[in-house]
């Protein structure tokens, strides 16, 4: 009896090993159990987000996390990358993007390939006003990238009402407030403002105090285009810090710059206003590109009186022969204000009617349309470009002694300011293909103004931590894996305002949340990018 049992646990035994299911399941487990990790990357000369010095180890990767920092044996990995003593950092967080369009662009190739895993958008007063709607899009669209984005003042004042030049009525305050809050609880990370564009230039600062405290609730930022960024600069300043000081909530100060010729070289004075009110106990920093050229629209030259009500009524006003006479003068008076004779600085980034226009200044143009470059011919064109639908501009108006003395300062981040770009179309900022590799190659290599490691901190952990993003920004076990490896010594900015359309130099491996996205080949397929969301809602 005893044999019998024992032959038919046997005869069982052999049945069980010998299923297929069975046997596939084991060779699963074996095989997890075989390698600890996804990912490991030695060899690497890691520089991890701290500011602190480089050091050596090994990373290991799970499930699109760092799981181990350390001496790891490489056959514990199914997958190794040996970074052949490169520098190995967080992937940079570019906290100043205007990627609205990114889901028809999803492979935002120019921000990976230099370094950028994860972008902010809905700056300047502009985004989106359903943030559900705008992230759940990941659904259908994934993306390389990580995305957020902040809720646009802008945006929500003109779904409540339009463009008109006004205060609202306690109404349509309550109604901005509800819009604000709603984002917040959807993921939102704060509020932007861009205080010289329609109809964020018709606000007063208590309309966007009391929408800031909405977004101060849910542990937001205040991110702001201010109001001026030339004669009237300092006066800007202040106001953002007091709307941060009236709503209880950190403020971020966007591209923060001297536009005005009469000012350059003034930067120690709009750099004291900063320190000054975090010497307050304010918490307040500021985000930079490293160009001496800002990018906006051909619109932003006429003064915010005249582009009250949208388009349609400006177009009213540029027909009518004495007001049109009117702006022009006021062209002429902000234009002598500035410090600048003419509109050379002025250089056309795309315009569709003509687009033999791109890359060219406005002086160039109206002496090609008109025979005249004096400055009446000049406005006159401006006012012709802008009635054929605008155009987008690339405006010459910085000092590179202002740019050098605010990249070193402690609470200054690097950002694009920036969308998606597509090779070839029209003559953008070459900020969007190279701000990230000129920080390394220009400033931190040839100039030495900052450290490795501290140009590091300012693109990963210190964007991080000023945008309450989670789990990311630093080189640490638990966190995601977004990694950048890239040789210091070759890191280099390719693009340039004549031909801005090329892609930087020296960064050889792009990992977003485990992923590896860009490698020496190029491009991969991935496409591992998640939604930042802020306080006000779970991570999803």
Known sequence: MVARCILLFFFLLLAFFNNPTQKAFQEKTQLASEFAYDLVIINGRIVDGTGNPWFRASIGIKDGRIVKIGKINPSSAKKVIDAKDNIVTPGFIDVHTHVENIFDLPKAENFIRMGVTSLITGNCGSSATDIAEFLGRYKEKPLTVNLGTLIGHGSVRAKVMGFDDRQPTPDEQAQMEAIVEKAMKDGALGLSTGLIYSPGTFAKTDEIVALAKIAARYGGVYASHIRDEG???????????????KAGIPVEISHFKISSKNLWGQSPVTIGLVKSAREKGLQVTVD???YTASSTSLEARLPNWAIAGGREETLKRLADKEMRSKIAQAMKEELEKRGFKDYSFAYVANYSPKPEYNGKNIVEITKLERGRDDLDAQIEQIFEMYEKGGASMVYRVMSEEDVRRILREPFTMFASDSGVRELGRGVPHPRGYGNNARVLGEYVRNLKLLSLEEAIRKMTSLPAQTFGIRDRGLLR???????????????????????????????????VNGEVVLDENGLTDKRPGRAIVGSGKEIF
């Open 477 to 511: 076990e638990g966190f995601f894996a977004d990694i950048v490896i890239f040789d210091e010594k070759k890191v280099a900015d390719r693009a340039t305002f004549e031909n801005p359309h090329q892609y930087p130099e020296g960064f050889i491996y792009v990992l």
């Open 231 to 245: 004669t009237e600069v300092v006066k800007a300043i202040n106001e953002a810090i007091e709307i941060g000081e």
């Open 288 to 290: 930079q590109y490293v």
